[in-house]
């Protein structure tokens, strides 16, 4: 038998000594715990269709394989972005199923949600498929450029590239400064006037027209998003219900509302280009909120 081989037992044995590893690369390459959990079970599906004879660096292999399913998933994300955020249900974080496999830790789930944090998720968002599958398997998981080259189907130097961009725009994203403190804030509170009175034309004047609105929808880690000025106003019932007795703040360098509803804090980001809103986040999941710097400034009320 070849010393590469393994039995079903010894396999799984071998595919749980990394499953941690693979359920932190997937939920920082997808930003879902649900999607990253489907992306290990594909994984494992894969190597139980395998030769495993043939697999001389198990943990390359198995990195190697859900890098290659997340791109995958990443890329067909593009129609499911024009849901209606409330369109969109959440479904429970699924455990395994096949092999005899342990079932998904709640707590672990939480640990890897605050591990990534939820400024950091929104960065990711913003990159290219590639992109972000470079950056996160090179700079924060040690992948070499080779082995992504051949996830991408690119040369390895061309790997570096989609990295050394992703990185650039990564580094940007955190030390965005906090230009015309005034202006956001009218911004934010001609946002919120619009909202609560259902004002759809108001709303389009201080959206950009590719604006980007996304929501955790309670869940850590859940980034749905929906594209486009249109859109994003006809979600104003969802923000005029979440507008209601809020507060100005910042969360990082963004400005912010926070909302106390039932007792528990709800939080909503926006990123501010010139005169419109580019970017919101709508964040409600506790463990989500509970790793926020919030800043609340002395003028509370919008």
């Known amino acids: ?29 997808l930003g879902s715990l649900a999607e990253a959990e489907d992306a290990v079970q594909e994984t494992w599906l894969r190597l139980g ?10 943990a390359g292999w198995l990195t190697t394989v859900v890098g290659r399913i997340c791109l995958d ?7 499911r972005r024009e849901d209606p ?11 395994d199923t096949d092999g005899g496999l342990r079932p998904t830790d709640p707590e672990d789930e939480a640990l890897l949600a605050d591990s990534v944090g939820a400024a950091m998720l929104v960065v ?37 590239q989609l990295a050394s961009r992703a990185r650039r725009r990564v580094r940007g994203a955190e030390t965005d400064p906090r230009p ?37 929808m309670g869940m850590a880690g859940a980034l749905s998003a929906i594209h486009g000025a249109a859109l994003v106003a006809r979600q104003a019932a969802t923000f005029a219900q979440f507008a209601r007795s ?8 963004n400005m912010a509302v926070i909302s106390l509803v039932n007792g528990q804090t709800r939080v909503m980001t926006f990123t501010i280009a010139d005169t419109r809103i580019t970017e919101i986040s709508v964040l409600t999941s506790p463990t989500t909120v509970s790793g926020l710097d919030i800043l609340v400034p002395q003028d509370p009320t919008p």
């Open 246 to 253: 809020m507060q100005l703040a910042f969360v990082n360098t």
């Open 85 to 95: 955020l409330e369109s969109r249900p959440v479904e429970p974080v699924p455990g």
């Open 124 to 160: 990711l968002d913003r990159l290219a498929p590639a992109e972000r599958l470079a950056f996160v398997l090179h700079d924060l998981f040690a992948v070499p450029f080779e082995d992504i080259a051949l996830i991408t189907e690119r040369t390895p130097a061309s790997a570096r």
């Open 49 to 58: 269709r395998s030769d495993s004879s043939e697999i001389e660096n198990l």
């Open 180 to 216: 015309d403190l005034g202006r956001r804030q009218h911004i934010v509170r001609a946002f919120l006037r619009a909202a609560r009175a259902g004002d759809f034309e108001a709303l389009l004047e201080v959206l950009d027209p590719d604006v980007v609105a996304r929501s955790d």
């Open 1 to 29: 038998m070849d010393e590469h081989a393994y039995g079903h037992d010894e396999l799984a044995k071998r595919f749980e000594k990394e499953r941690t590893h693979l359920r932190a690369v997937a939920y920082r390459m």
């Open 73 to 79: 998933m990443l890329r067909s994300r593009t129609s």
